[in-house]
């Protein structure tokens, strides 16, 4: 017999479904909310309700669970089958201790038809129809540390017949969460997001950093490119956002996080301070060594959008050029480099797109337009340019195939 089987609980309707609304503790969901194949025996395709859990994606909540003290969660929505659950509503009283006005016959009703207590049996099968990973996560956390179990989430109770036409019925539900949430976006992240330790150094760079002037020369777009009609920017919000992390080690030094975990979890100020001068270092030596950021960011302040035609198109000034070439920095650094070598070596090379040996591989010289999709085979060309080999054999492979297709083309 489960330990908890009374809930207080909202009683609400949309459309066709009736939906209780209450709260779990989270040794709740791990007494009650069961995996899908414990609830279906079958494994066939048509009667998956649950999608396969990402033992990453578990982790990652489990691990934000455990070290995140402002830690929050969105309600899970939950299928309840079997048993016999039954709802009540309670009398509704204004309370005399606080000023109130009394509340009308309509008032009364309305209320105490919402409001109740949903008692369970203890035999009822309860899973997730959305918010698999955080029931996996919260299992998994408490699993580590019991001292959450105490802890609450919202759960929203929907009934399910474990019928093909309840089954249809409730996977119908599933894919409509899902499909019709939507996901954070990236500008979201870097404007707003306190964990993500790389959109904290990247609204610092924006903020403190003097090239930046607060914002100057920085496009605040909803996307990493920069808007046609904008002249003086030479670089984006989500651009700067992107080259942090182009720049961060693949395999961190020792006393570095993995970017896994820079990304989810916001790390310590000393590693925050690590990556903020790192990448004031990065577009210091940049202006120091390239003519062309010398004449944008110096005191004539020449438009960099005149970097940004198709007669003086500068790698340095695409925001999707400026990944391209961090990512060569990145990879000369972690072959033992320092970042002022591996910028002077890639500084000799032909950084202009309006040149044909880049055609096809970041421009598209019909279209005159960026290639985002080949950033990874630019970062590759700008290393064999001065005789390095990109950064897997994947894409040296890519890089030669971009070429042919390009030789055919011209």
């Known amino acids: 017999m489960k330990s908890r ?24 969901v791990v007494e009650w909310i069961k995996p899908t194949e414990e609830v279906h025996k079958s494994k066939k395709l048509s009667e998956w309700i649950q999608r396969i859990l990402n033992s990453k994606h ?12 402002e830690r929050f969660f969105n309600s899970i929505v939950v299928g309840v089958y079997g048993g016999q659950p039954t709802w009540a509503s309670i009398r509704v009283s204004v309370p005399t201790t606080i000023e109130f006005e009394q509340l009308s016959d309509e008032q009364e009703i309305e209320l105490e038809s919402s409001i109740g207590l949903l008692k369970l049996s203890g035999n009822e099968n309860l899973f997730a129809i959305d918010g698999q990973h955080r029931v996996a996560g919260i299992k998994k956390a408490v699993k580590e540390s019991d001292d959450l179990s105490k802890e609450e989430i919202c759960a929203i109770f929907v009934g399910h017949e474990n019928t093909p036409t309840g089954m249809e019925r409730t996977r119908r539900l599933f894919t409509t969460l899902n499909k019709t949430a939507k996901k954070v976006a990236i500008a979201d992240i870097v404007a707003l997001d306190e964990d993500d330790g790389f959109a904290v150094v990247a609204r610092r760079l924006v ?27 030479v670089t984006s919000v989500i651009g700067i956002y992107q080259l942090i992390q ?40 940049l202006i120091e060594l390239i003519p062309e950021y010398k004449e944008v960011f110096g005191d004539n302040q020449l438009f960099a959008g005149e970097y940004r035609s198709k007669e003086r198109n500068h790698l340095l ?3 999707i050029g400026q990944r391209a070439f961090a990512g060569a920095v990145q ?29 096809y591989i970041l421009w598209n010289p019909l279209q005159e337009r960026m290639i985002p999709a080949n950033r990874v085979a ?30 055919q083309q011209i």
Request: with cysteine; charged share 30%.
């Open 58 to 69: 578990t982790q990652a909540i489990a691990d934000y669970l455990l070290t995140q003290p």
């Open 317 to 319: 000034l695409r925001p």
């Open 246 to 285: 182009d720049l961060y080690p693949q395999k961190p030094e020792r006393g570095l996080p993995k970017k896994s975990e820079v990304l989810r979890t916001r790390p310590s100020d000393r590693i925050i301070e690590t990556i903020y001068n790192e990448n004031c270092q990065y577009w210091t030596l």
């Open 331 to 359: 990879v000369l650094m972690s072959r033992g480099r320092s970042m002022r070598e591996s910028i002077e070596l890639l500084r000799s090379v032909n950084l202009w797109l309006h040149s044909k040996e880049w055609h």
């Open 207 to 233: 903020d403190d950093f003097k090239l930046f002037a607060q914002g100057e020369r920085v496009a605040f777009s909803p996307s990493p490119a920069i808007p046609p009609s904008d002249r003086t920017s």
């Open 5 to 28: 089987l009374l809930f207080p609980a909202l009683r609400c309707r949309i459309g066709e479904w009736y939906y209780y609304v209450t709260y779990l503790t989270f040794a709740d």
């Open 378 to 407: 630019a970062e590759t060309f700008l290393l064999r340019q001065i005789e390095e080999k990109g950064k897997s054999t994947k894409n040296d492979k890519r890089l030669d195939e971009l070429i042919a297709s390009r030789d």
